[in-house]
């Protein structure tokens, strides 16, 4: 009987967003997925409801048609999902903005907000968060220990990625900061704001029944690692509204938080269900070592 109820937990684990659903108490969302649009369910989660918001929005990454082949002959397979493409940069800023609007408008006073992109869009993303009064604390450099090579070798390698720290507005104090962590993290002895850190591969990387990857942007366990214990406390609350495979809730319950987070790709969704369900009872340890 006990085994049937522990089943039945993981089986509500995922909550499929319906239109006739208008509030999600955070009581019955709290350590769950729900599949659907994050722009569509953010509005029916209670204001002021979490300590730390984490965002991997789709980059808008522009990729050229042409076919990418590495020395060894095999394809780079970009990210050519419809969930990354925008008709123009105006339709692009507009569903960020959107997006922005409503993570501020659940966050609680003090709590943070962390969001990722490249070149291709963090600088836009930057700005409209300082449009809509988002005060930035920092920005971090992900340092890339194992970088997709340049093919065409007429640019730098892309090596890095950016994430912006920051807060609802320039008045917020008290927000949770561990400097130790910081300093454990960053470069130098100073705890610099970089980040070195390898991208998914190997044991990591989530793959389909294909055996190919999962998700093109799958972020590695370190990274939210390094994001949560610098700014979150044990039992705070973290929501990742675009959620993929499920990274962040992963890790936010092998450290002693709670999430809730959004998908609406199923496939990622199940996987990430799938994944938080199947290595619940392994220790904290062997949690934030793989994916």
């Not at 609007?101 to 968060?129: C, F, P, Q």
């Amino acid at each position: 009987m006990e085994k049937n109820k522990e089943e039945d937990k993981f089986y509500q684990l995922l909550v499929k967003d319906l239109p006739g659903i208008d509030r999600y108490p955070l009581n019955e969302i709290r350590g769950r997925i729900i599949l659907g649009d994050a722009l569509e369910v953010l509005p029916k989660i209670d204001a002021r409801s979490f300590d730390m918001v984490f965002i991997d929005p789709p980059y808008f990454l522009q990729l050229p048609k042409r076919k990418l082949i590495r020395w060894s002959g095999t394809v780079v397979n970009g990210v050519s999902d419809p969930w990354d493409r925008f008709e123009d940069f105006e339709d692009y800023d507009q569903f960020i903005r959107r997006l922005l609007i409503e993570t501020k408008r659940v966050m609680k006073e003090k709590a943070t907000l962390w969001i990722i992109g490249t070149y291709h869009n963090i600088h836009r993303i930057g700005k409209i968060m300082q449009d809509i009064g988002f005060w930035i604390l920092n920005d971090i450099i992900w340092l890339k220990r194992n970088p997709v090579p340049n093919f065409l070798k007429v640019r730098f390698t892309n090596a890095t990625e950016t994430l912006i720290w920051a807060v609802k507005d320039k008045k917020v104090k008290g927000y949770t900061f561990h400097k130790g962590y910081a300093k454990e993290f960053g470069v130098g002895k100073v705890g610099a704001n970089v980040w070195e850190i390898p991208v998914c591969s190997g044991r990591e990387r989530l793959k389909n029944g294909e055996g190919k990857k999962l998700h093109p942007t799958q972020k590695p366990v370190e990274l939210l690692r390094r994001v949560i214990l610098t700014s979150t406390e044990e039992g705070d609350l973290i929501l990742d509204p675009m959620a993929g495979t499920g990274t962040t809730g992963y890790v936010a319950k092998a450290l002693n938080r709670d999430f809730v987070m959004i998908e609406r790709e199923e496939r990622y969704a199940l996987s990430a269900e799938e994944r938080i369900r199947k290595n619940a009872n392994k220790p904290m340890e062997e949690k934030t070592k793989l994916g």
